[in-house]
Nanobody, 124 residues
Framework: QVELVESGGGLVQAGGSLRLSCAASGRTFSSYGMGWFRQAPGKARGFVAAINRSGGRTNYADSVKGRFTTSRDNAKNAVYLQMNSLKPEDTAVYYC?????????????????WGQGTQVTVSS
């Protein structure tokens, strides 16, 4: 089964930046669409960003558009989320997910595999 491991989370001041990484196992990584979701304490899981199998198509939640950028390196079996101009409301556990269809956008039910999450905390 595909294993996804997020890293790069931490504590940062408002206005700062963080880069999250998601390392994936398996030879078929390049066939998967990838997504980023987040969940704050006491809140439901929400969509952040998505990227298709080749990296040529992306989609972002309105709340992060212009601040976050997702990319992938299929040769390294990795996907990234560059987060700039961070706000306290970005505080959450961030998860990466893989879709066997090649692209699932904001539909969390379209993703087949999930990582364990990494904590991002933005202080005011």
């Amino acid at each position: 089964q595909v294993e996804l491991v997020e890293s790069g989370g931490g504590l940062v001041q408002a206005g700062g930046s963080l880069r999250l990484s998601c390392a994936a196992s398996g030879r078929t990584f390049s066939s998967y669409g990838m997504g980023w979701f987040r969940q704050a304490p006491g809140k439901a899981r929400g969509f952040v960003a998505a990227i298709n199998r080749s990296g040529g198509r992306t989609n972002y939640a309105d709340s992060v558009k212009g601040r976050f950028t997702t990319s992938r390196d299929n040769a390294k079996n990795a996907v990234y989320l560059q987060m700039n101009s961070l706000k306290p409301e970005d505080t959450a556990v961030y998860y990466c997910a893989a879709s066997r269809t090649g692209y699932s956008g904001s539909d969390h039910q379209g993703y087949d595999y999930w990582g364990q999450g990494t904590q991002v905390t933005v202080s005011s």
